[in-house]
């Protein structure tokens, strides 16, 4: 039931779409050569749709923060723009998703947004954000109310 994610999609990113809108899951398996050994394997997200036919989403459900998973984002957020690039007045346009990481455990280190600085090789700077949801701030209430059962595990 994958338009159970709207309620999800509106708290964490503040979009709200009407009752009926089309969400479809996509492609969430990945090819990538890993640079230190040169081996193909595959990386998973876990949640990536498509919201009327244009609003990309990707939710990772995660126990713990171990530092790391900025930069798995990160990964994820490339493959899913390549796969989904559009060419605009000539130019080649790589949209990012609208990402967010489901904490199921605070393990006392898990910030509000993970960060994390890119520097392009002409000097500017991006700092890549993802919002970090700590599913165990939410009371039963709260998750009745904003109709958020989807964090119900």
Known sequence: MPE?????????????Y???TDIHPLATEFSVERSDTKEITSIRAD?????DGKDIYHFEC??????TMVIRMFE??????LSY????EGKMVLKFPYSAVLYLQDNGNVPNELKCQ??????????????AIKIQTYSLEEI???????LIP
């Open 118 to 131: 890119i520097v392009f090789q002409d000097g500017g700077t991006y700092e890549y954000k993802v919002p």
């Open 85 to 88: 690039m559009q060419e605009k």
């Open 47 to 51: 949640i990536t749709v498509v919201v």
């Open 76 to 81: 994820y957020d490339v493959h899913i723009a």
């Open 18 to 20: 009407p009752r009926g």
């Open 62 to 67: 995660e126990i713990k923060n171990d530092g």
């Open 4 to 16: 159970q994610l709207f309620p999800l999609i509106k708290e964490v990113h503040g979009k709200d």
């Open 144 to 150: 009745k109310e904003k109709h958020l059962c989807v």
